[in-house]
């Protein structure tokens, strides 16, 4: 595994230079912008970045996460078709291990996400983003989730604080699939240096089928050209029963490949 990941760290960054040097003919970037200016991801964070990505744009998330005893491989494709400042996202896991006593089942992900975020707003260094949202279940539970996203961002020089405020209600509910959900997310984040290394810290509430849990995060974001690294830590459900969480993810964003030739 850890092989494999190398590979395709190397692989992004190779392709991701490539299509910068593909693109001559464009003006060339500023000094003071971040490597990983481009990117507006879902990411490792409590919270999705507000903003939707560069209009034609194509941006691709691959991670690792883990929450003993279960292990997953979250996978993000977001595309922006329009001119506008919208983009749609799907949320998989390609890989879903779960432990029982001495047996892990591994499979496919049992439910796709799907995100529309539409910027409607912005002024300054205020953001506002609205997502409407909905989830489908291929095992395990019924039915699926619809809802939407109420997302703010701020930012003034190094420092950006951004929130999402989802909530969502269960079609074909089942204990598996609560009536209504409702979470509350806010991140702050303090760049360390113009390249775009950022270090972030998160706060997580969460309201379900009446039981309300809190949560905390910690992590490091570290760019490369189009594209990121993110590392994060969280410790969950501190008010129920504790549980420690890690995860990493790459993210590319692939750049104009939408747009006619």
């Known amino acids: ?11 992004s960054i190779v392709l991701a230079t490539f299509q910068g040097f593909g693109q001559g003919t464009s003006p060339p970037a500023l000094s003071s912008q971040p490597l990983n200016a481009s990117i507006s991801d879902y990411g ?10 560069c209009s034609k744009c194509v941006e691709t998330e691959l991670g690792f ?12 494709l977001t595309v922006a078709p329009f001119k506008s ?3 749609f996202s799907v949320l ?3 890989l879903d291990s779960e432990s029982t006593g001495n047996n892990r089942t591994t499979q496919f992900g049992n439910r796709f996400d799907f995100v529309l975020r539409q910027q409607v707003a912005t002024k300054g260094g205020f953001t506002l983003v609205l997502a409407p949202r909905g989830a489908v279940f291929t095992r395990g539970a019924d039915g699926g989730r619809a809802g939407a996203t109420f997302a703010p961002q701020y930012s003034k020089g190094k420092n950006l604080i951004a929130a999402n405020i989802t909530w969502t209600a269960g079609i074909g509910t089942s204990p598996a699939n609560p009536r209504s959900d409702y979470q509350g997310f806010a991140d702050y984040f303090r760049a360390l240096d113009s390249k775009g290394t950022t270090l972030f810290f998160g706060f997580a509430h969460e309201l379900t089928a009446g039981t309300q849990t809190a949560g905390i995060e910690e992590g490091l974001v570290i760019p ?3 594209g990121q690294v993110e590392l994060e830590s969280a410790q969950l459900d501190l008010n129920t029963s504790p549980q420690y969480q890690f995860q ?14």
Do not use: E, H
């Open 65 to 76: 996460q883990s929450v003993k005893p279960s292990r997953t491989i979250p996978a993000v």
């Open 1 to 11: 595994m850890k092989q494999w990941t190398q590979t395709l760290i190397a692989l």
């Open 44 to 53: 490792t964070t409590f919270i999705f970045s507000p903003p939707p990505i």
């Open 92 to 94: 998989v896991n390609l």
């Open 224 to 226: 490369i050209r189009n």
């Open 85 to 87: 400042t919208t983009d």
């Open 248 to 261: 990493s993810r790459l993210i590319v964003n692939w750049g104009k490949v939408l747009a006619r030739k």
